[in-house]
């Protein structure tokens, strides 16, 4: 996640006033409200972007070996993201485990898997979802939140406050291009 100048010069306020309170201005407020909404939106778009992923993982693996290449390259990306192989990932790369990639990945993916079941059992429960900032020491309350600019609903189906469509694969992940073929030195005459 990144941070712009500005997100970043009320971070640090916050942050000083929650080490040293103070009284804050209505703007200081409001400059807070806003990065902790920047901030409850990006963690949202980060899990919707995670389910699709998800959800395209397991739509390939279910194409396998036909989609090997594909399955591969997209289990590549979710374990950089974070996600933890599961029972089906494991039987998939032990079945395609012929290749040097997939049998690399099958060895990654072992140590990530028995190290998730030792958390488990461990008790390491995964952190909850954040609360919403609503005060900060030494200020006041939020009264309300900040108006939104509404979009029209779809027809037959009521918007929710915050709702937005879902993207479509290729908003989220653009067609790869395959590269040209080298020009030919020789070209036939036509």
Do not use: N, W
């Not at 990065?35 to 963690?43: F, I, K, M, Q």
């Not at 900060?136 to 309350?141: D, T, V």
Request: glycine residues 8%; proline residues 13%.
């Amino acid at each position: 996640m990144a941070f712009s100048a500005d997100e970043l010069r009320v971070l640090r306020r916050a942050l000083a006033i929650a080490l040293h309170p103070m009284p804050l201005s209505d703007e200081d407020v409001q400059d807070c409200l806003r990065l902790a909404g920047s901030v409850d939106e990006a963690v949202g778009e980060a899990g919707r972007l995670r389910a699709f992923l998800l959800a395209d993982l397991a739509r390939y693996r279910s194409a396998l070996p036909g989609s090997a290449a594909g399955y591969l390259e997209l289990l590549q990306d979710a374990l950089a993201a974070g996600y933890d192989p599961r029972p089906d990932d494991l039987a998939a790369l032990r079945a395609l485990r012929g290749g040097p990639l997939a049998a690399a990945l099958l060895e990654r993916c072992q140590v990530l898997a028995e190290r998730s079941v030792r958390a488990r059992l461990a008790g390491a429960a995964a952190p909850g979802p954040r609360s919403r900032l609503l005060a900060l020491p030494g200020g006041r309350a939020a009264s309300r939140e900040p108006e939104r600019p509404s979009t029209p609903a779809a027809p037959g189906k009521p918007q929710k406050p915050g709702d937005r469509p879902m993207p479509k694969p290729s908003e989220v992940f653009p067609p790869r291009r395959r590269p040209a073929p080298p020009p030919s030195e020789e070209r036939a005459a036509g």
